[in-house]
């Protein structure tokens, strides 16, 4: 089936101001790297709830080479933001892991600035009118496990979740963004290797694997795996169930799984 930007945007703007009114919220808060997720998100939101409800947050970890496109991605939606450097806070929590002899590992290392930069996030959105932390992620990145639990896998609600990378380019296309928002190379921002060199494959080929089911058989396998091992950073927290009522009307099955 050909995607259509258009006809997906009409439901998809319906669904943000639902979801809104279920969180209690008004203002979307949004981090702001200048890459086609969080530009996309960001004008989304402009359409949805207006520019005086968007509020950007830049989050550079000490000198960002290329905060420039954050800087103009804001200026170019004309939102609300501010930039909160992360420096400090990150390398205090590795300094004191240090002095209580816990030597922080790579992935504390690649993941610890994703939570830090959500901590933010939340921290923002709590000081402002309804303010409600919207995810930046896509079905690309989120297929493979290429986020950080609590960290950038986070949010209130995701409206590109079930987008993948190229559609959320035609997205961000048909909401009139600039090129040079949509074509940035998404990097872990550490080792200033883009997302496909540390896959090992191109998020197109995960894309025509996951709309066609058509893919090269070297890299099958390293998809299926990284799939597999990841699904536990988008599971609803699990709870064990002791079997002692809860009489109460509850909307969810959160508190009885077995509720139909």
Same mark, same amino acid.
Request: proline share 6%.
């Given at each position: =089936?050909?995607?259509?930007?258009?006809?997906?945007?009409?439901? #998809?703007?319906?669904?943000?101001?639902?979801?809104?009114?279920?969180? $209690?919220?008004?203002?979307?808060?949004?981090?702001?790297?200048?890459?086609?997720?969080?530009?996309?998100?960001?004008?989304?939101?402009?359409?949805?709830?207006?520019?005086?409800?968007?509020?950007?947050?830049? =989050?550079?970890?000490?000198?960002?080479? @290329?905060?420039?496109?954050?800087?103009? #991605?804001?200026?170019?939606?004309?939102?609300?933001?501010?930039?909160? %450097?992360?420096? @400090?806070?990150?390398?205090?929590?590795?300094? /004191?892991?240090?002095?209580?002899?816990?030597?922080?590992?790579?992935?504390?290392?690649?993941?610890?600035?994703?939570?830090?930069?959500?901590?933010?996030?939340?921290?923002?959105?709590?000081?402002?009118? &309804?303010?409600?932390?919207? %995810?930046?992620?896509?079905?690309? /990145? @989120?297929?493979? &496990?290429?986020?950080?639990?609590?960290?950038?896998?986070?949010?209130?609600?995701?409206?590109?979740?079930? $987008?993948?990378?190229?559609?959320?380019?035609?997205?961000?296309?048909? #909401?009139?963004?600039?090129?040079?928002?949509?074509?940035?190379?998404?990097?872990?921002?550490?080792?200033?290797?883009?997302?496909?060199? %540390?896959?090992?494959?191109?998020?197109?080929?995960?894309?025509?694997?996951?709309?066609?089911?058509?893919?090269?058989?070297?890299?099958?396998?390293?998809?299926?795996?990284?799939?597999?091992?990841?699904?536990?950073?988008?599971?609803?927290?699990?709870?064990?169930?002791?079997?002692?009522?809860?009489?109460?009307?509850?909307?969810? @099955?959160?508190?009885?799984?077995?509720?139909?």
């Amino acid at each position: =089936m050909e995607f259509n930007p258009q006809m997906q945007l009409a439901g #998809l703007l319906e669904w943000m101001h639902e979801r809104m009114a279920a969180c $209690y919220g008004k203002t979307a808060v949004i981090g702001i790297s200048g890459g086609k997720d969080s530009s996309t998100v960001a004008a989304l939101a402009v359409a949805a709830y207006g520019r005086e409800n968007v509020f950007g947050v830049l =989050m550079p970890n000490g000198v960002q080479p @290329d905060i420039d496109y954050s800087q103009a #991605l804001v200026e170019h939606l004309n939102i609300p933001h501010t930039t909160i %450097n992360i420096h @400090d806070a990150v390398e205090g929590v590795l300094n /004191e892991l240090k002095k209580a002899g816990i030597e922080p590992s790579r992935q504390t290392t690649v993941n610890l600035p994703s939570r830090v930069r959500m901590a933010t996030l939340y921290a923002v959105a709590q000081s402002l009118p &309804g303010g409600t932390v919207i %995810n930046t992620s896509n079905l690309s /990145e @989120d297929w493979v &496990g290429y986020c950080t639990i609590y960290g950038d896998s986070a949010g209130a609600f995701s409206p590109l979740g079930m $987008y993948t990378t190229e559609e959320v380019i035609a997205l961000g296309r048909a #909401l009139g963004l600039p090129e040079r928002f949509l074509i940035k190379p998404p990097s872990d921002g550490l080792t200033g290797l883009t997302d496909e060199d %540390n896959l090992g494959f191109t998020y197109h080929a995960v894309n025509e694997y996951i709309r066609r089911g058509v893919v090269d058989e070297k890299i099958k396998a390293d998809i299926d795996h990284k799939h597999a091992v990841s699904r536990f950073k988008f599971q609803t927290l699990p709870v064990y169930q002791n079997g002692l009522p809860i009489v109460l009307e509850e909307p969810t @099955d959160y508190y009885n799984p077995d509720k139909k």
